[in-house]
């Protein structure tokens, strides 16, 4: 249980509404800003302003996925007020405090650094991105039954990145009948997508690959699928990109040549943000019980 624990959600979406159930079934004292019109009521759960001398006893600060802008502001759908983060709410926390969210811009870290405040980043987690890369890939598949009109079924699909989202991504398309092709660098990922059925080819053949292809799922971030490999797609296929902002496609160039391509960000909290809250949920309890653990024993 987290009785005794002070946390405080600062925004987000309703992926955030797992992480407050959760936290007041664990019997935390949860603090939410920027929820004024969040209907829910849980117990043990109080709304606040974004006053420093909230975050004075806290034990953990629990921002969105995306953390903050590139200025500290946090995105809330709870709220109509904007809310900042700044250097004074990050120095008002006790030096034992942890801040959490999915990924952090340089903003956020600058912040945490400067406080000497602990920063979790819950999606660099090896089991939470493998979690998370069960709803990325139904999202993935989404958008690629909403773009087409074949089935996934007996098509030509590439996968580019042979990491936890393009493992789960290849093997849910294998599994409805896809011919998947799979575009790594390392041996040891082409010997292992071969050993899964899928036919694995090293990445930087990846223009000889594209001539005869109707999805391609990148989730390489960085720039993979330049021009020089559109210039080889045949105008009937798809790009969608998953790799984190601004993804490993040249749009420019896709759209030129008139290839649709997507880019298609946040997935999990799009098509299942009960599912990924629940992820998020569960791994933060985890943690903060591990941490209060460690605190308890040192004392
Ligand atoms: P990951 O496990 O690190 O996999 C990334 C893959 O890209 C690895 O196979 C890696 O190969 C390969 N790679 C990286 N740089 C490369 C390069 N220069 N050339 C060739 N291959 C390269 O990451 P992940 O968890 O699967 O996530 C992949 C991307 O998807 C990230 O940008 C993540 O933020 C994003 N993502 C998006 C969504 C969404 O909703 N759209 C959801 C989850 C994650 P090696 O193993 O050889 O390094």
Same mark, same amino acid.
């Given at each position: 249980?987290?009785?005794?624990?002070?946390?405080?959600?600062?925004?987000?979406?309703?992926?955030?509404?797992?992480?407050?159930?959760?936290?007041?079934?664990?019997?935390?004292?949860?603090?939410?800003?920027?929820?004024?019109?969040?209907?829910?009521?849980?117990?043990?759960?109080?709304?606040?302003?974004?006053?420093?001398?909230? %975050?004075?006893?806290?034990?953990?600060?629990?921002?969105?996925?995306?953390?903050?802008?590139?200025?500290?502001?946090?995105?809330?759908?709870?709220?109509?007020?904007?809310?900042?983060?700044?250097?004074?709410?990050?120095?008002?926390?006790?030096?034992?405090?942890?801040?959490?969210?999915?990924?952090?811009?340089?903003?956020?870290?600058?912040?945490?650094?400067?406080?000497?405040?602990?920063?979790?980043?819950?999606?660099?987690?090896?089991?939470?991105?493998?979690?998370?890369?069960?709803?990325?890939?139904?999202?993935?598949?989404?958008?690629?039954?909403?773009?087409?009109?074949?089935?996934?079924?007996?098509?030509?699909?590439?996968?580019?990145?042979?990491?936890?989202?393009?493992?789960?991504?290849?093997?849910?398309?294998?599994?409805?009948?896809?011919?998947?092709?799979?575009?790594?660098?390392?041996?040891?990922?082409?010997?292992?997508?071969?050993?899964?059925?899928?036919?694995? %080819?090293?990445?930087?053949?990846?223009?000889?690959?594209?001539?005869?292809?109707?999805?391609? %799922?990148?989730?390489?971030?960085?720039?993979?699928?330049?021009?020089?490999?559109?210039?080889?797609?045949?105008?009937?296929?798809?790009?969608?990109?998953?790799?984190?902002?601004?993804?490993?496609?040249?749009?420019?160039?896709?759209?030129?040549?008139?290839?649709?391509?997507?880019?298609?960000?946040?997935?999990?909290?799009?098509?299942?943000?009960?599912?990924?809250?629940?992820?998020?949920?569960?791994?933060?309890?985890?943690?903060?019980?591990?941490?209060?653990?460690?605190?308890?024993?040192?004392?």
């Amino acid at each position: 249980m987290l009785t005794g624990i002070q946390v405080a959600l600062v925004g987000g979406d309703a992926r955030q509404i797992e992480v407050i159930r959760k936290f007041s079934e664990m019997d935390a004292t949860v603090t939410l800003i920027g929820f004024d019109n969040l209907q829910s009521s849980f117990s043990g759960v109080t709304k606040e302003e974004m006053d420093p001398k909230v %975050f004075m006893n806290l034990d953990a600060l629990v921002l969105p996925p995306v953390g903050t802008d590139d200025a500290g502001g946090v995105e809330t759908i709870f709220s109509s007020q904007s809310i900042r983060l700044t250097e004074e709410h990050i120095s008002s926390l006790p030096k034992h405090a942890k801040v959490y969210t999915g990924m952090a811009k340089p903003y956020l870290i600058q912040l945490c650094s400067n406080a000497q405040i602990e920063l979790v980043e819950l999606f660099d987690l090896d089991d939470v991105a493998i979690y998370n890369s069960i709803p990325t890939a139904e999202g993935a598949l989404m958008m690629a039954i909403q773009n087409t009109d074949i089935t996934i079924h007996g098509s030509e699909c590439m996968v580019l990145g042979m990491g936890r989202t393009g493992k789960t991504l290849a093997r849910v398309l294998k599994g409805l009948g896809a011919h998947v092709r799979v575009g790594v660098r390392r041996k040891e990922h082409f010997a292992r997508a071969w050993e899964m059925g899928f036919d694995p %080819f090293y990445i930087d053949q990846l223009a000889l690959e594209v001539s005869n292809i109707d999805l391609i %799922f990148n989730t390489i971030p960085t720039m993979i699928v330049t021009a020089q490999v559109i210039a080889q797609i045949p105008p009937r296929a798809i790009i969608i990109d998953l790799a984190s902002k601004p993804g490993g496609t040249d749009f420019r160039f896709a759209e030129k040549r008139g290839i649709k391509s997507i880019l298609a960000p946040g997935l999990p909290g799009i098509v299942a943000p009960k599912t990924a809250g629940r992820i998020i949920a569960n791994t933060l309890c985890q943690l903060i019980l591990e941490d209060t653990g460690k605190r308890r024993n040192a004392e």
